[in-house]
């Protein structure tokens, strides 16, 4: 029979400096503030160029198969702003996540 210990610290238990605020400090900023951000990963790009070109073959489909050639123009017409805008909002905050530093954006956040 295994016997396990009762308590176990991990590292992180034993000097908890995520309690103490003076040593609580951001990382420097690397770069201007309206820098832009970007890491040249050849899987991530490729997931970028996948993922925008799967929402401009939905715009086309939805345009041209579905709405062009309906009869009821109203609803087209609603339908093709609705679509388009939700598009639009998606591919502008995929492209923020993409150009956004993570790190400048946890520095930010304060240490309790």
Not at 19 to 40: D, H, S, V
Not at 58 to 63: N, Q, S, T
Request: hydrophobic share 50%; proline share 9%; glycine share 6%.
């Amino acid at each position: 029979m295994m016997l396990i210990p009762t308590h176990h610290f991990r590292d992180i238990e034993r000097k908890p400096e995520y309690l103490q605020p003076e040593k609580c400090a951001p990382p420097p900023f690397p770069g201007p503030a309206g820098a832009m951000w970007f890491i040249r990963d050849g899987c991530g790009i490729a997931c970028a160029i996948v993922t925008w070109f799967l929402v401009l073959y939905a715009e086309f489909v939805v345009l041209f198969v579905m709405l062009v050639p309906s009869r009821d123009y109203a609803y087209s017409i609603i339908n093709g702003i609705v679509f388009n805008l939700l598009a639009f909002l998606a591919l502008a905050s995929h492209c923020r996540a993409m150009l956004t530093d993570p790190v400048r954006g946890s520095a930010q956040r304060k240490c309790h």
